[in-house]
């Protein structure tokens, strides 16, 4: 089956820096890769997503790559702020019925 | 849209009771899904269901576990007998399948303290 690797698990950034978390995944054949986060104590929430057919999406400060060569995608979080302080999780599907197959999760930590 | 819900949201029992855990899934969607997240080893799927026919039980981690879907908008997990290392946060999800569709939408969770 599908196998996520995220890293790092944590990460320290300061107010208006960036983070990057990369995921690297093992069947080819996956095709949709979301991402999630997870604030303390609630639930994971969809942040940004990307289909195999698209290198790249943007949304404000957060954006997806993805190398389908290379078998990984990050994410990029530009000007961060201490609300997005959170647990970020990678995901990985390869469509059909197959299900989404999380990352340990990333914890994102930005000082004011 | 009032989201995926899931009662209780907090429950504490003790070791060798019955937990039962609910989820009602958002209208329209197809599929549903029940997590566990724990700290030591983040979140697994333990059932999927698609049109109310379980498809992926592969991560129940065992007999005591069960779930059903006996209609479109109604889902329950149980866990008979419950054991301490059954404490965790168990997440429901619902998506509405359909050719590339696949966002999974969380309810809020159910917090099990099993003593």
């Known amino acids: 089956g599908e196998n996520v690797e995220q890293h790092p698990s944590t990460l320290s950034v300061q107010e208006g820096d960036s983070a990057v978390i990369k995921c690297t995944y093992s069947?080819?054949?996956?095709?949709?890769f979301p991402w999630y986060k997870q604030e303390l104590g609630k639930r994971p929430q969809l942040i940004i997503d990307i289909r195999s057919n698209v290198g790249e999406k943007k949304d404000q400060r957060i954006a997806v790559t993805l190398n389908k060569t290379a078998k990984h995608f990050s994410l990029h979080i530009t000007e961060t702020q201490p609300e997005d302080s959170a647990v970020y999780f990678c995901?990985?599907?390869?469509?059909?019925?197959?299900?989404?197959?999380f990352g340990k999760g990333t914890m994102l930590l930005v000082s004011p | 849209d009032a989201g995926v819900i899931q009662s209780p949201r907090h429950e504490v029992t003790e070791m060798g009771q019955e937990v039962t855990l609910r989820c009602k899934p958002i209208s329209g969607h197809n599929s549903l899904f029940w997590y566990r997240q724990t700290m030591m080893r983040g979140l697994e799927l333990l059932i999927y269901?698609?049109?109310?026919?379980?498809?992926?039980d592969s991560g129940m981690p065992e007999d005591r576990f069960s779930a059903k879907m006996p209609n479109a908008s109604f889902s329950t997990l149980k866990i008979q007998p419950s054991e301490p290392r059954d404490s965790a946060v168990y997440f429901c999800?619902?998506?509405?399948?359909?050719?590339?569709?696949?966002?999974?939408?969380f309810g809020p969770g159910t917090r099990l303290l099993v003593l």
């Open positions: 069947d080819s054949a996956s095709n949709y």
């Open positions: 269901f698609n049109n109310n026919v379980p498809i992926d």
């Open positions: 995901a990985a599907s390869m469509g059909g019925y197959s299900t989404l197959t």
């Open positions: 999800a619902s998506s509405f399948r359909l050719a590339d569709q696949e966002t999974q939408y």
